[in-house]
């Protein structure tokens, strides 16, 4: 009994936020932390297709926001939230990628969370700056044939020469959000309505602000922001 409970303490299920600009590096960082614990990674984006794709009631719902063209409304996200963190892949832990985008979305979080009778560990916020950010975005490039999409990126990974894909021959093309345009203009959307919730979980006193370009330096800052915990 007393072992039992032993292991069961020792046990390492990390249940944490990924905050960060688009481009700061989020999705990498979080592959490596789910593969290293088992925990799943979890974006809205991801969640909204699998509920549509497994065709439940919510996910019928959210679809037909989606073909309206629609923001599908805050109180359908968190229904589906509530059932995605439910899942058996949940109990290893989660890391919530691009969610919560508002403070409301925060809110709602935090009051299903309490809900849940689960505990949030940690928020990261990746603080990369700008200059590094839009470099990254600016020079990837995407094969434009629909069923490869490979990515390269004209400093790090050129296509051929004549700016075809080396896998399919394809033309490689900028994609019309990663224009510098474009990426300015989903910095300041970012930081007009995500960039509070900085703030909001520093209140919460569960904020680790990291401020690296490397992805093995951040995740070794967020190790070590666990075994505090
Ligand atoms: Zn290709």
Redesign the pocket.
């Known amino acids: 009994m007393l072992f039992a409970l032993c292991s069961f303490e020792k046990e390492d299920i990390m249940r944490m936020i990924l905050l960060g600009a688009p481009g700061a590096g989020k999705g990498t960082i979080a592959k490596l932390l789910t593969d290293y614990d088992g925990s799943v990674q979890i974006s809205t984006g991801d969640i909204l297709r699998g509920a549509v794709k497994a065709g439940t009631e919510l996910g019928k719902k959210a679809q037909g926001y989606m073909e309206r063209g629609d923001l599908v409304p805050d109180s359908l996200i968190m229904d589906i939230m509530e059932s995605r963190l439910q899942e058996t892949d949940c109990k290893k832990g989660f890391i919530l990628d691009g969610f919560p985008r508002t403070i409301p979305q925060a809110d709602a979080l935090k009051k299903l969370l309490e809900k849940l009778k689960l505990r949030l560990d940690l928020v990261v916020n990746l603080d990369v700056p700008r200059a590094v950010i839009l470099d990254r975005l600016t020079t990837r490039r995407t ?1 434009s ?1 629909p069923s ?3 990515i390269y990126n004209i400093k790090s990974k050129p296509p051929t020469p004549d700016g075809k ?1 080396k ?4 033309p ?1 093309i900028q994609r019309a959000d990663e224009t510098e345009e474009a990426i300015t203009k989903r910095l300041e959307t970012y930081n007009e309505k995500t960039a509070p919730l900085i703030q909001y979980y520093q209140k919460e006193r569960i904020l680790k602000n990291i401020s690296s370009t490397s992805s093995e330096e951040i995740f070794k800052h967020i190790q070590e922001a666990l075994k505090g915990k």
């Open positions: 094969c044939n490869c999409q490979e894909c896998k399919c021959g394809s490689v």
